[in-house]
Structures are given as C-alpha cells and as structure tokens.
Nanobody, 115 residues
Framework: QVQLEDTGGGLVQAGGSLRLSCATS????????MAWFRQAPGKERKLVAA???????NYSDSVKGRFTISRDNAKNTVYLQMNSLKPEDTAVYYC?????????WGQGTQVTVSS
C-alpha cells in the first residue's frame, strides 16, 4: 500500500519562506517522478514543480527562481523549499508520485500567504 504524507504548510507573510515535505511509504519512491501541485479556491489543480529519479527538475513559470524541489532517496521524501512567497501562492499543495505504474496523491497541506 502506497501512502504519501505531505506536511509543512502554514500561514506566512509575503516575502517569507516555507518548506513542504512529502514522506512516502511503499516501494515506489526510487522509481517515481515526484511532484508538487497546488489548487487555489475555485481553480484547477496545477503543477508547481517536479523531479525525476535522476534529479532532473521542472518548474512552472510562476515559481521559477523562488521554489526549489529536491528529494532524499534514503528517506523516501521529497521537499519543496518556497522562498519569496507571494499572496498568489496561497493554495492547498499536494504531493504527487508517479512510478512506472500508478499515480498517488497526498492529502494536501494548506499554504496561506498574507499581504
């Protein structure tokens, strides 16, 4: 059984930083593309950043230069370091795992950036 636990959200002022973590259970992490998505109220869920098993990263244009995705294969954990946060970054952030077969989601963690 695969489980993803995403944590680290909270309330922060504009310009501040947060680090999200996503711990995975099950034998999928090493072969999975790991990603973070976010969903603001009334909007569709969108990709924020992704990292392959070979540490190739991809970012949405809206977060390039501010967010950094990384993974620790020994801990089966993926991180999202978010700096220079803006009110428009406010959303529920979801961890996502895409192994060769299947797709899995975390429960989501709320990030709120006040102006």
């Amino acid at each position: 059984q695969v489980q993803l636990e995403d944590t680290g959200g909270g309330l922060v002022q504009a310009g501040g930083s947060l680090r999200l973590s996503c711990a995975t259970s099950g034998r999928i992490f090493s072969s999975a593309v790991m990603a973070w998505f976010r969903q603001a109220p009334g909007k569709e869920r969108k990709l924020v950043a992704a990292i392959t098993s070979g540490d190739i990263t991809n970012y949405s244009d809206s977060v390039k230069g501010r967010f950094t995705i990384s993974r620790d294969n020994a801990k089966n954990t993926v991180y999202l370091q978010m700096n220079s946060l803006k009110p428009e970054d406010t959303a529920v952030y979801y961890c996502n795992a895409q192994p060769p077969f299947g797709r899995y989601w975390g429960q989501g963690t709320q990030v709120t950036v006040s102006s």
